[in-house]
């Protein structure tokens, strides 16, 4: 049985191609500019750059976050191009996921010799 996520996997399959068409090596917004490409080529419904408003005790503030993508109006992607990602990098996919009230993240890294993915899904540990 194959329980992987299609979506998710789709979108790990688009940025794979990204990775092996540039390699490592290149700034932040030029995988994403390259990724958004591919998404579309693929049919992967996505917006780019969301403002995630954050709020306390039911009032927005001032501050907000913003995703790179949401994909199928589900997933929330963050980018990265840097030698290895770190526990502050899911951490902030994390309160994405938690002021989207979304359940499943991606956290891509480029920067690596392989692209390097993390998929995070709240209320679920591995």
Same mark, same amino acid.
């Given at each position: 049985? &194959?329980?992987?996520?299609?979506? %998710?996997? @789709?979108?790990?399959? $688009? @940025?794979?191609?990204?990775?092996?068409?540039?390699?490592?090596?290149?700034?932040? !917004?030029?995988?994403?500019?390259?990724?958004?490409?591919?998404? @579309?080529?693929?049919?992967?419904?996505?917006? /780019?750059?969301?403002?995630?408003?954050?709020?306390? *005790?039911?009032?927005? #503030? &001032?501050?907000?976050? /913003?995703?790179?993508?949401?994909?199928?109006?589900?997933?929330?992607?963050?980018?990265? @191009?840097? !030698?290895?990602?770190? *526990? $502050? &990098?899911?951490?902030? #996919?994390?309160? +994405?996921? *938690? %002021? %989207?009230?979304?359940? /499943?993240?991606?956290?891509?890294?480029?920067?690596? *010799?392989?692209?390097? +993915?993390?998929?995070?899904?709240?209320? +679920?540990?591995?």
């Amino acid at each position: 049985m &194959d329980i992987r996520d299609p979506q %998710t996997h @789709a979108i790990i399959g $688009a @940025a794979m191609t990204v990775h092996s068409e540039l390699g490592p090596g290149f700034l932040e !917004s030029v995988y994403h500019q390259a990724l958004a490409i591919e998404m @579309a080529l693929l049919g992967i419904p996505f917006e /780019r750059e969301v403002m995630l408003p954050v709020f306390y *005790k039911g009032q927005r #503030l &001032d501050a907000f976050f /913003r995703a790179d993508f949401i994909c199928y109006g589900e997933v929330v992607v963050k980018l990265k @191009a840097i !030698s290895n990602t770190t *526990k $502050a &990098d899911e951490a902030q #996919l994390l309160h +994405y996921l *938690k %002021t %989207t009230d979304l359940q /499943r993240g991606l956290l891509l890294n480029f920067g690596a *010799k392989s692209l390097q +993915y993390h998929r995070k899904v709240l209320g +679920y540990e591995e």
